[in-house]
Nanobody, 129 residues
Framework: VQLAESGGALVQPGGSLRLSCAVS????????MSWVRQAPGKGLEWVSC????????DYAASVKGRFTVSRDSAENTLILQMDSLKLEDTAMYYC???????????????????????RGQGTQVTVSS
């Protein structure tokens, strides 16, 4: 099983980034998928979740209206388009396959390692002027 994130970079406030996650080794099209992040010195935080078919999405309040999650099941790829980036978006971003469907999770509660069947190694996003 591999989840390989890419696209992280140093960007100025107000800028945009597009993160990708290439998935192999499990049936991507049957899993809901998520992005989570961890800022320096803090715990994991939900960012977004998308249903297996791509029709249902959910976002943390802190990113709603700025971030867009999508998936390409033909390419086994998960995408996170991040616009209007803020300093507080600085974090390591992880692609993860939740153990249950997105609707099972309370985005206000920090995710636990047991919440994920699979998780990638992460890509660093740094927002700084």
């Amino acid at each position: 099983v591999q989840l390989a994130e890419s696209g992280g970079a140093l960007v100025q406030p107000g800028g945009s980034l597009r993160l990708s996650c290439a998935v192999s080794g499990f049936s991507f099209s049957t899993y809901d998928m998520s992005w989570v992040r961890q800022a320096p010195g803090k715990g994991l935080e939900w960012v977004s979740c998308i249903s297996s078919g791509g029709s249902i999405t959910d976002y943390a309040a802190s990113v709603k209206g700025r971030f867009t999650v999508s998936r390409d099941s033909a390419e086994n790829t998960l995408i996170l388009q991040m616009d209007s980036l803020k300093l507080e978006d600085t974090a390591m971003y992880y692609c993860a396959a939740p153990s249950r469907i997105c609707a099972s999770y309370d985005f206000l509660a920090p995710p636990r390692p047991s919440d994920f069947a699979y998780r990638g190694q992460g890509t660093q996003v740094t927002v700084s002027s």
